[in-house]
């Protein structure tokens, strides 16, 4: 089989701002990601950051790329609003999109979702669990009831997206709140995996459990079809039933026979 | 009990370009639509077309409407992002939105969906027959098992939007097409309701089944709520259950007590 | 408009075999309820337990009811298979169901969801804090952010239901859990919530948001359509389009015309 | 890996009744269905009938499957509700589910589901056209726009089924009507697949294409994940957060500590 070509993309600024942060995470969050996800033999991993030409992710990459890992908080306005186009067309064509964390408020996760995509959050390293609400899920594959993550920030509802299609996770936290910490979307033929641990201030990425969900959604999120066939006009002469064209039209040139359009099976 | 404030936004295009269309539609189709919906004694109807100041919709406008209908189709680009902006702003905090036949490929729709909402058609004048699939469903109300349209345009399947919350309606088309016609989501606090018959080359909004789905399909939309107190900082001193803070910080100010967030009950 | 006919069924066993509970609900879980739900005019009310003759639940009665609550906790299963179908057929027609706390486990929610139901609980009179999480829903109509109970159960996932189509409430527990404790599905054409709070050890129903909540639950679940018309046979010669009958048969009779069987619209 | 181990359930009754069946189906649909999937050689495929011992599925067999495929018609009332019961169970913990044709009306359809599963029909051999409305599943892999049977059953809406997580199909009818063909939910950990086409009297299951979507089927609903580990009670001591029992019990024992019942990770 083919290796699964995984793209993990991270702004990178707390991690070189923050002494603190430094020490968590030395060459960064999509180092500390990479470390984690290349023990899987299948995948062929690269890592993209903002400062990078063309913002980390050239078509060419993208084009490569099955899927794509998302980390950014502090420069969400600075991603270029071309490059959420590519990305959002790439994800609505097949790819999978694993957005982490403070990614909830990046522009490509908010242009997938159709909503503000807003929270409550506080950061007081208070202890968060993040419980299994869906253990027949992939993405819970190898967890207990629950993993327990001692210092964490508390991200909490309402959390302004749409109904999940599958809800994996739902987190407790220390000061009291609750937040739907692990969700899943389809959009388009390109499946979109939302996890919420990974405050840069605390050593997140590195816990074996939380690594394991993030493997896990990688292949959870491989792209599994094809894009579907529209726009797309379908000639009268090409109708699957015989039709006589009948009354006014504004589509100009509608009346012309056009080429086949439709897909056969393969 | 207060009107429902409801206005139906048309671009206005084909109806002053085409003599067919003028035919059927003389004083546009926000003005047969605004006939339809005025039998209704419970709401106030406004009409707002593109060719208005502020293409229609001034803020002030747009503030006092808790259902918004949205024709559009030969000039969705033209419509300004700060309208839609503004649109999508409405919606998530908890106006209705009734979007018909064409404006599929609007802005809005688009922005609100998250996906590239494409689909196939063909401008034949065939059979369409609109089946109630969710005869419990509101929107369905007064229907028989399915409304029949001597001459529609076809849209067909597949329909590039996000699985739909309720699916009401699908249809059947003469030449061989079937179509989900009738699609209902959530979007923040607002309602959404998609219905594709509409086409302006034939009478299809002055039949009487037609005329019905959208006025069920307006009251449907009304809003019901209040938008998500988000995004929200909460401060640590006004964590519900009594906290310390902990570890480093990345947030600025975020040691600091902040004014009471939290919502009560009314 | 015509009063909303609600009926109230509690098992009624608890209260009248511990004092403890007596003491919090002297006439019975179902009169505090009703006592709750009565300050709204527009309803109907009844109640029912489960030594009354046919389990307090009468064709006619049933028949007679737009939304029904349950309670029940100790005698799941001396509840009667037959009644059973009958509410079930009832639901499916659209008649609204509330399910209230260890009703989950009850055969009539079973039967409806199709799953086990199963959950995880402590009777430790711990804190719950029930978050609203979809503050756009009716059913949190009138609601701050969350509901604090200083006593409760804990329930606890994973939650054995299909995955909700709205989730209003998530809960926080002071011993380390979270639970979806506002769940709403559809079923045919009606509507059935499921809300957790009110374990008959503490007094929950007299908490004047957590009667809020039923009160809007039972509104929200009103019927709003009419039954499918299904299972039919559709007649060769009722055929929409004109069809002629080809190939064999397995259906006795199903070569002769039947009588119509086409809902008109109203 | 492992193989897949899929079992193919079949009343068998209308191939040995029928001569035009027989002629069709001379070892009956399991084993046409049989034929199909053995192409796939990582799959160990048995089948079972109502006729044989335990109505063909003993414990031991059903305890050793994966996927199990129904086809059931003229005798749904004879399968005893013991072994519904053990098939809802082995569903809910894990195995997949394919529901083929006029298995929607079969008890354990219509258990797992919950709703009356009923639908029009017509038996006229009219024309079916399967269309893809979900291009990017895994279903649809290797389809083209749509699979056309000239021959095939009407099967019309309302569909009484809840609404499904996924729709994959919808086919057209020469009649005029319309159908969800293809629809796939979760219960528990199970993934269920209901695939419409497939009436006796038409060579349905020798098509290629049907063929395709079965074996894609079967793939979709392999196992992915572990039953939920409920219900179950979790003793105060073994609480995640410290807690002091308070307040009066009606569970008996309630108060004593238990064994250790949390799942690690793995």
Chains 1, 2, 3, 4 share one sequence.
């Not at 990459?61 to 969400?76: C, F, M, R």
Request: hydrophobic share 35%; charged share 25%; glycine share 10%.
């Amino acid at each position: 089989m083919r290796p699964l070509r995984v793209t993990i993309w991270n702004e990178h600024i707390h991690e070189r701002k923050h002494e603190a942060i430094a020490k968590i995470y030395p060459r960064g969050i999509h180092h500390a990601l990479r470390e984690s996800l290349i023990k899987d033999t299948g995948m062929e991993i690269r890592t993209a950051t903002l400062d990078q030409s063309e913002q980390g992710l050239p078509k060419a990459l993208l084009e490569d790329t099955d899927v794509l890992l998302w980390w950014g908080h502090a420069a969400h306005e600075q991603v270029a609003d071309e490059l959420v186009d590519r990305i959002q067309e790439k994800v609505l064509g097949g790819m999978g999109l694993v957005v982490l964390h403070s990614g909830h408020y990046s522009k490509v996760f908010k242009r997938l979702m159709g909503t503000g995509c807003g929270l409550c959050w506080r950061e007081a390293g208070e202890r968060e669990r993040v419980w299994v609400v869906n253990p027949g899920h992939p993405i819970a594959a190898g967890l207990g009831d629950c993993i327990e993550l001692e210092q964490s920030e508390m991200y909490g509802e309402p959390f302004e997206i749409p109904t999940p299609e599958e809800l994996v996770f739902i987190s407790w936290f220390g000061g009291g709140e609750v937040f739907r910490s692990g969700c899943t979307w389809t959009r388009g033929s390109g499946r979109i995996f939302y996890f919420s641990p990974g405050h840069e201030a605390y050593p997140i990425y590195h816990h074996p459990d939380i690594q394991k969900v993030i493997l896990n959604g990688v292949h959870w999120a491989r792209p599994r079809g094809i894009k579907a066939n529209v726009p797309r006009e379908v000639p009268v002469n090409e109708a699957p039933e015989k039709l006589q064209r009948k009354g006014p039209s504004v589509h100009d040139g509608a009346r012309q026979p056009k080429a086949a359009t439709r897909r056969p099976s393969s």
